[in-house]
């Protein structure tokens, strides 16, 4: 995913990395969101979870979003 200064790799591909990453991003509803709720959901919302994580990361720097995530 494109940062401010760069790229890092998110894959939010199983449940529990898909909360924390929810969580991180302050977007606890979208672990609520029929189209991201369940695996199944992801695969067939790819496109659409990868904008709305791209438009999360492009405001912060790679840094920023480690020291995030790690939290």
Do not use: C, Y
Request: hydrophobic content about 40%.
């Amino acid at each position: 995913m494109k940062t401010r200064d760069g790229h890092v790799i998110i894959a939010p591909i199983s449940q529990k990395n898909f909360e924390q990453m929810a969580d991180a991003m302050e977007r606890s509803d979208l672990k609520t969101d029929v189209r991201f709720s369940t695996n199944q959901a992801r695969v067939q919302n790819w496109t659409e979870l990868m904008t709305l994580i791209a438009q999360w990361t492009e405001q912060r720097t790679g840094i920023d979003i480690e020291s995030i995530m790690d939290g």
